[in-house]
């Protein structure tokens, strides 16, 4: 997989569609270990799902993500760059509802943090249950 085989709106397509927390994590998993087997335990999954994850993605974007030296693999510049956006989305989800209001207003058939007793959403005070 080379630079030239997946165009950059090609690339931000499958990022947009098709990128899942799954391979967030995955990759933020392989960051911070340096190796699938160490990522697979981190994520207490299989070195086949990671790998398979890892290939996902890197079929999808048309390029290699991490260069793989023996076990260790170091991130390329375009896996560097989706490494920054798996971490904001990371943190992003990691924010008690409260502090994502965006998320509920723009999904509001998937908050679940209401219920037919409160006044209001817990992500959305200004959202009350009729």
Known sequence: MNASSTS?????????????LRHARVLLALRDTGNISAAADLL????????????????????????????NMQPTPLGRRLLVLAGKLDADLQRPPAMSPRWCAARPA?????????????????RSPR
């Open 8 to 20: 950059p709106e090609a690339a931000e397509h499958f990022v947009m569609r098709r990128m899942s």
């Open 44 to 71: 207490h999954v299989t070195q086949p799902a990671v790998s398979k994850t890892l290939a996902e993605l890197e079929q999808g974007l048309g390029q290699t993500l991490f260069v793989r030296r023996g076990r």
């Open 110 to 126: 998937r908050c679940a943090s209401v219920r037919p007793t409160q006044r209001s959403h817990a992500c959305c005070p200004s």
